[in-house]
Nanobody, 123 residues
């Protein structure tokens, strides 16, 4: 069982930056693929980025590629999402997620979810 706690959301102006963090409980964090998803009210939750267990492989949605960077620190049981050049359309609740095995953008493949953290980008 893995418990995930997200943090770092807030209000920022367009063009600004935020860094989200998600800390996991347990001693097996380094064996999990981690990911970030986001959701706007009334819309489906969508994939943002994922990173494999070692941090050596990452994958991004086209909408954030070149602006967002996912990373992890296995010694701290934490995954990060550095968000730069933020746009109003990035406004959403951001969720971290975890799964065993290979990384994937498929939301249905993730077994554990954090509580979500709000990111609001003003124009």
């Amino acid at each position: 069982q893995v418990q995930l706690v997200g943090s770092g959301g807030g209000l920022v102006q367009a063009g600004g930056s935020l860094r989200l963090a998600c800390t996991a409980s347990g001693r097996t964090f380094s064996t999990y693929t981690m990911a970030w998803f986001r959701q706007v009210p009334g819309k489906e939750r969508e994939f943002v980025s994922t990173i494999n267990w070692s941090g050596g492989s990452t994958y991004y949605a086209d909408s954030v590629k070149g602006r967002f960077t996912i990373s992890r620190d296995n010694a701290k049981n934490t995954v990060y999402l550095q968000m730069n050049s933020l746009k109003p359309e990035d406004t959403a609740v951001y969720y971290c997620a975890a799964r065993r095995y290979s990384y994937t953008p498929n939301i249905l493949a993730y077994d554990y979810w954090g509580q979500g953290t709000q990111v609001t980008v003003s124009s």
